[in-house]
């Protein structure tokens, strides 16, 4: 005698019918996909939260996201030099930048904006003038500048998210490197690309 399985599909059961017998058995079922899982900068994400499409977020979580510097209207996102942020740790002496630099005149205001409401612990300023030997490499939208010499001035920052920074400089090509840093988060090193006319 030949048996014919065929699968009826059910939202709630699957069976197979088998016509040689009265064998019902069921079909394991697989359950819809979850939503993906929603991190927030302060939320430790488990392994079981992620599916494997969900790599970019997990690791921005691991990673420092960019600051913000807009003077005149005109915004630059940071460049991302050393950090140890959730855990994970990266250094060296160079840090990348815009390719292209905000334009100022001295005095100048400039608006900085941190990628995280949270005030930090430790927030300070240093200004490097930097010359075209100081270049290391470059790409279509990105500079890296070695940042291994002495600092034009420092100055401590009010441990707050965003403020207004007034800049006095001589004109020349600068590079703004900020650190920041938070008890719970990690620590990070900003770079901003500056030229003062």
């Not at 079981?48 to 690791?59: K, N, Q, R, V």
């Not at 930048?97 to 990628?115: D, M």
């Not at 010499?149 to 001589?170: C, F, G, N, R």
């Amino acid at each position: 005698m030949r048996c014919i399985t065929r699968p009826l599909v059910s939202l709630h059961v699957g069976l197979v019918l088998t016509a040689c017998g009265s064998t019902i058995a069921p079909v394991q079922t697989i359950p819809p996909p979850s939503p993906p899982a929603v991190v927030s900068a302060f939320t430790e994400p488990t392994q079981s939260s992620f599916a494997p499409s969900d790599l970019a977020t997990l690791e921005a979580y691991h990673r420092p996201l960019p600051s913000t510097l807009e003077i005149d209207g005109v915004q630059q996102t940071s460049g991302i030099g050393g950090y140890c942020w959730r855990g994970e740790c990266a250094d060296g002496p160079a840090i990348r930048t815009a390719f292209h630099p905000l334009v100022a005149r001295s005095p100048e205001e400039a608006q900085f904006h941190l990628p995280i409401n949270q005030a930090p612990e430790d927030l300070s300023l240093q200004v490097l003038r930097i010359t075209p030997q100081d270049e290391i490499q470059s790409g279509e939208d990105w500079r890296e500048w070695n940042i291994d010499k002495d600092a034009e001035q420092t100055l401590s920052l009010p441990l707050q998210s965003d403020q207004l920074i007034v800049l006095s400089l001589d004109p020349a090509p600068y590079l703004l490197l900020v650190f920041a840093a938070w008890d719970d988060i990690g620590d990070v090193l900003y770079g901003f690309f500056l030229e003062v006319e």
